[in-house]
């Protein structure tokens, strides 16, 4: 059956639901139990439900594995954002973010520390050249959370048919006063292979909850709406207490510069970046991750070093990436 939006809302305070089609499910019994978002089997402009014809339209609309370039580009994209609250570069891949949506976004990535395991499922969309695209991955959250297990996470994405342009965008706004978008949705949740999907889910998201009282912890914390406020205040604990460690543990030159960059030769210039990179805190693959520059992107190079890292400006924050990423 379908879940209304008063009712997520209910469930998870710090995670903004958008009705079925395009919202961001994290992972808890009941929202897994109702599914995510949906989409009726067969052809939607011809609106045909009868019984006679439902096995047919099952078969033309069946659920694959995504085989679209274009779709994996925008979901994997998608996920980047939604995991580190990146709700800039979010904006240029969604029809609508309003601010409301952006500080949703920004405060359930307080607790996301990254992604494994993705895989997504696509259906024919209501539209010509439109997908139902099912995501589904495993959430690790960040140390403060002392959650040690991977979370099982599906999410349900509308994405549009390509543009004048070529391009695709995940659609926000609108969904929940959509009536031939819900019924649409509706009759997809009574296809078996959603089913599976689901059951599988929420097997997974079981097990985890079973083998990790942290866990359990959390969830039950979220569910009655004062998960956001330890997130955010864990984050600060942490953050100051690493400060700490640094200034008390760490040698004077070691506070300047954490790792040999070698000579520096000044750039000073705008470019591109030519693959998708992540931006670093230091000049070395094993410090943490500050954002993801995608393939593309305007990017400025303030310096480079000899040890074939560039420290750069990307959206405001300054980081280092590998060199040859860049123009």
Not at 67 to 81: G, Q
């Amino acid at each position: 059956m379908l879940m209304e939006l008063k009712n997520l809302k209910e469930l998870l305070q710090m995670y903004k639901k958008y009705t079925f089609i395009g919202m961001a499910v994290f992972a808890t019994a009941a929202v897994l139990t109702t599914g995510c978002g949906t989409t009726k089997t067969g052809d939607a402009a011809e609106g045909t439900t009868g019984a006679t014809n439902e096995t047919t339209e099952e078969d033309a609309n069946e659920l694959i594995e995504n085989t679209h370039a274009s779709i994996e580009r925008l979901v994997t994209k998608y996920l980047d954002c939604i995991i580190n609250g990146d709700t800039d570069t979010l904006a240029t891949i969604t029809d609508e973010l309003t601010d409301e949506d952006k500080a949703k976004i920004v405060s359930r990535a307080t607790a996301y520390d990254s992604y494994e395991n993705m895989v997504c499922y696509t259906k024919d969309g209501p539209e010509e050249d439109s997908y139902i695209v099912f995501l589904c991955f495993d959430i690790k959250l960040k140390d403060f959370l002392k959650v040690e297990t991977l979370v099982p996470d599906i999410q349900c994405l509308y994405v549009t048919p390509k543009d004048e342009d070529g391009s695709r965008y995940i659609r926000y706004s609108n969904v929940e006063e959509d009536e031939e978008l819900q019924a649409y949705v509706k009759q997809l949740e009574e296809d078996s292979e959603v089913k599976a999907l689901y059951a599988d889910m929420q097997s997974r998201y079981q097990e985890a909850l079973e083998n990790d009282e942290a866990l359990r912890t959390f969830m039950e914390k979220v569910t009655t709406g004062s998960g956001s406020d330890e997130a955010e205040a864990g984050e600060e604990q942490t953050e100051e207490a690493a400060a700490e460690e640094t200034t008390e543990e760490q040698p004077e030159e070691t506070q300047e510069e954490s790792v040999e960059t070698g000579e520096a030769q000044a750039q000073n210039r705008e470019t591109r970046v030519k693959e998708s990179v992540n931006v670093r805190s230091d000049a070395t693959t094993d410090s943490d991750r500050i954002a993801l520059a995608y393939q593309g992107d305007a990017i400025t190079e303030i310096e480079s070093y000899d040890n074939g890292w560039s420290k750069v400006e990307y959206k405001g924050q300054t980081g280092y990436v590998k060199t040859e990423f860049l123009e």
